[in-house]
């Protein structure tokens, strides 16, 4: 714990680029840090503020296939992007409930092809999905579509916060608040859900995370049962 380069204060998340980048979400410090695969300082930036290329609590990180890094900033209510050695390319989202507006935003996830990317938009509760931006500054992603409706039915959410996206494009959603995993085609169709609340194998209690592996496994973190939980791409 510390505000040093290499120290972290409530990392949020952590996300590994194609050349073994490791970024993190240094969510208490408001900035992005960057290592190499064996835990290698070489780079931060962010800050405290609301200008571009600053942080309020940023919580999500993901890596698409040409390195850019999208950052959830969560408190200040958008998400960033920038180059994979930190220039701000570009940011979109205000506080608020209509297509492309968040509130709170936590989990991002990019799909293998580059072409999706997907926003957990935690405390409207629901997933949005947008078209990766330019290489420019001042080029955003663009408002694609968004499902779900705060409730606990299918295809609802209560604060969704983990989200990825497996090699055929499907979306997984960690229904925090539901104790369940969704998955979604890339669409936003219901394909199926799993879990419950419990502390039994396969019981879910406040999930925060999911990932997906390039071979289909899918690995949740499992927040208050202080564990993580390996399941078949169908829940098993």
């Keep these: ?7 972290v204060d409530t990392p949020g998340a952590v996300a590994v680029s194609a050349d073994r980048k490791v970024y993190v ?4 410090n408001d900035r992005v840090q960057q290592f ?3 835990g290698v300082f070489q780079r931060q930036w962010g800050g405290s503020g609301v200008s571009d290329g600053r942080f309020d609590g940023p919580s999500g990180v993901a890596v698409d296939v040409t390195g850019q890094v999208y950052v959830a900033d969560s408190a200040n209510h958008r998400v960033q ?6 220039a701000f390319l570009s940011q979109w989202g205000t ?3 209509a297509n492309g507006q968040f509130a709170t935003p936590v989990g991002l996830g ?4 580059g072409v999706k990317v997907l926003v957990a938009d935690t405390f409207n509760h629901r997933v949005q999905r947008f078209t990766p931006g330019g290489t420019v500054p001042g080029a955003p992603p663009a408002f694609v579509s968004t499902w779900g409706s705060q409730g606990a039915g299918s295809g609802q959410f209560l604060g969704p916060v983990g989200v990825d996206v497996d090699v055929s494009g499907n979306v997984y959603v960690a229904d925090a608040g539901n104790s369940r995993i969704q998955k979604f085609s890339s669409n936003g169709d219901l394909l199926t859900q799993w879990g419950t609340p419990g502390v039994g194998d396969g019981h879910l209690n406040d999930p925060t995370g999911v990932a997906v592996s390039a071979f289909g496994a899918v ?3 499992d927040r208050l049962n202080n564990r ?5 791409s169908t829940g098993e």
């Design 110 to 113: 990019i799909a293998p092809d």
């Design 81 to 86: 992007q920038f180059t994979a050695t930190g």
């Design 219 to 221: 690995y949740v973190a």
């Design 228 to 232: 993580i939980q390996e399941f078949t």
């Design 95 to 97: 506080n608020g409930a």
């Design 36 to 38: 190499t695969g064996t």
């Design 1 to 7: 714990q510390g505000t040093a380069n290499g120290r």
């Design 25 to 28: 979400a240094d969510s208490g």
